[in-house]
């Protein structure tokens, strides 16, 4: 029994060096938003962001009207599958994603009799009024809901939950993209967060300071279809794991010099 708590004291004691050295993080890098010292402060509201459509997008387009018979026309996966097996939870959930037009790289999204509709660089509410007005030709007061199901942003880096989120309602911020991910852990950079853009076959990456309240007034404020933010690792999380690798050997020779001269006294 004595020989197990001593061969424990300098594993525990090395552990504990590290997590002394590794907490010494500077509180006031710490903090989102900060301001001068005043007590109360306002920013001017950004106006909505709306993402637009971009080449690769998959959207699910519903159409309805007056007649269903000639609606199903242009939805010809609902016009295959009867109406039980829609009332199964799998095969609701799954009939948006089977549904989903991909935008081809020139902008457009072939749809039945319509062809070819140039939908690139629009709102989803302006290719919806596009659709809808195309298909008056056809139909009695159509109807069309047009949802972006590949709308995802990445999180990586030193957070909890480090993830891919796809975002149903087409609109997310920062902030949210974050609390979604669990927050930026202890060890994280929050005045230099990377955020990784692709816009007409360009990539930009821009630093992020959460920090500040600037972030508020920024235009990366609000995502767009795949982002990526990326929290980079501060200098305590990479001088505690050196530190780990530079103590766990030593502590394992200590308990293997422990347990030589245990054998042979």
């Known amino acids: 029994m004595t ?7 300098p594993l525990l004691i090395a552990l504990a060096l590290v997590t002394l050295l590794s907490g010494c993080v500077s509180s006031k890098k710490l903090v989102y938003f900060q301001s001068p010292s005043t007590t109360s402060d306002s920013i001017k509201l950004l106006n909505r962001f709306s993402p637009t459509i971009q080449p690769n997008d998959i959207l699910s387009v519903r159409v309805s009207s007056l007649s269903p018979e000639a609606s199903n026309f242009f939805n010809p996966l609902s016009a295959t599958i009867s109406p039980d097996r829609l009332t199964t ?3 609701a959930s799954a009939l948006p994603e089977l549904s989903g037009y991909l935008v081809n790289a020139d902008g457009t999204l072939e749809l039945p009799l319509l062809g070819k509709v140039p939908v690139g ?3 989803t509410s302006q290719a919806t009024d596009l659709i809808r ?3 008056k030709t056809y139909l009695k007061e159509p109807t069309v809901v047009i949802r972006n199901q590949n709308f995802r942003v990445s999180v990586m880096g030193e957070v909890a939950r480090p993830s891919l989120f796809t975002i149903p309602n087409e609109r997310i911020t920062m902030l949210e993209a974050l609390s979604l991910a669990g927050d930026i852990t202890i060890f ?3 005045d ?3 955020l990784i853009r692709e816009v007409n076959g360009v990539r930009t990456f821009t630093r ?3 920090t500040s309240r600037a972030l508020f007034s920024s235009p990366y404020y609000y995502l767009q279809p795949n982002d990526v933010l990326y929290v980079e690792p501060g200098k305590s999380r990479i001088a505690s794991a050196d530190r780990t690798f530079q103590i766990l050997p030593i502590a394992l020779s ?3 010099f422990l347990a030589i001269i245990f054998r042979y006294f």
């Open 89 to 91: 939870q799998a095969t």
């Open 3 to 9: 020989f197990v708590y001593y061969a424990r004291t």
């Open 192 to 194: 230099n967060v990377l």
């Open 188 to 190: 994280g950079r929050r």
């Open 208 to 210: 992020i300071d959460l």
């Open 254 to 256: 200590a308990l293997s």
């Open 133 to 135: 007005n195309q298909l």
């Open 121 to 123: 660089g629009l709102t």
